[in-house]
């Protein structure tokens, strides 16, 4: 007679995992595998989702994007252009020559935003950003990096800040033009206080401003008239009654 299996103190029975119920296997669970379709068919599948996520490909879009390399897509955008799929031109200045576009997407890419107060608040590494990517950082002495756990702020494509991971250290880039620069300073203000509030951080301090003291920074009080608090360390925002209606902000920026 077999013996009842039965699992060791701390290991996890194998049985329970094959009753779990479709679905249930986790976010990341491999759900189809992808060996019967051949490398024409794969690369042409990776091809048709850069195009859906960007419109406009190039060769720096395709490589920081991490679908493959822009030479081996290359034959898949250059059939699909021959077969009228796709127009090939300089849409973007300052990157590659060789770029595919949708059919509409150039024309998209040329209309003038609807103006908007409102900014976005975006991981560095979300492929959303384009910068560290497809564009370059703005020159500093310390560049940004794309590293997990910092995020930039965006206002109408333009990057307006770069939050390092540490919530430390604050580097602005906004215009030096009136009024402009302070419709961006308006626009990022709010959108630092959506990082604080229900669900999220409970307090943000921020120590350097482009890199010098932010009590000292000429910005200061713009960032305390906010609700940032002067302290020894630096310029804090804490989580308050009156944050809580900032917490609906980041899902209505996209407006």
């Known amino acids: ?23 249930s296997e986790g976010r990341w669970s491999l759900v189809r595998r992808d060996e019967q379709r051949s490398v024409a068919e794969r690369r042409a599948a ?35 252009e021959d077969a009228g799929k796709l127009r090939r031109g300089y849409f973007i200045a300052g990157l590659g020559g060789a770029q595919f576009a949708r059919p509409g997407a150039d024309e998209r890419l040329r209309q003038k935003p609807e103006p908007s107060k409102r900014a976005i608040v ?62 961006q300073l308006e626009a990022l203000l709010a959108a630092l206080q959506t990082l604080v509030g229900p669900g999220k951080r409970r307090a943000l301090l921020i120590q350097t401003i482009d890199r010098a003291d932010a009590q000292r920074s000429p910005l200061a009080p ?29 899902e209505d920026a996209g407006e």
């Open 222 to 250: 713009a960032f305390m008239a906010v609700g940032f608090s002067p302290g020894a360390s630096g310029l804090s925002l804490r989580r308050g009654p009156a944050l809580a209606q900032d917490a609906e902000y980041l």
């Open 1 to 23: 007679m077999q013996a009842e299996l039965k699992p060791s103190r701390g290991r996890p029975d194998p049985r329970a995992r094959r009753s779990q119920l479709p679905g």
């Open 46 to 80: 990776r091809a048709t989702l850069l195009l859906d996520r960007h419109g406009i490909v190039s060769r720096e879009i395709v490589n920081s994007d991490g679908l493959g390399s822009f030479a081996e897509l290359y034959p898949v955008f250059k059939a699909m």
């Open 122 to 183: 975006l991981a560095a590494t979300d492929p959303a950003n384009p910068y560290g990517a497809a564009l370059p950082w703005p020159e500093l002495e310390t560049r940004p990096q794309r590293t997990p756990g910092a995020v930039v702020v965006l206002h109408q494509g333009r990057l307006l800040a770069y939050l390092g991971k540490s919530d430390r250290s604050l580097s602005l880039f906004l215009q030096e033009e009136e009024p402009d620069r302070s419709h």
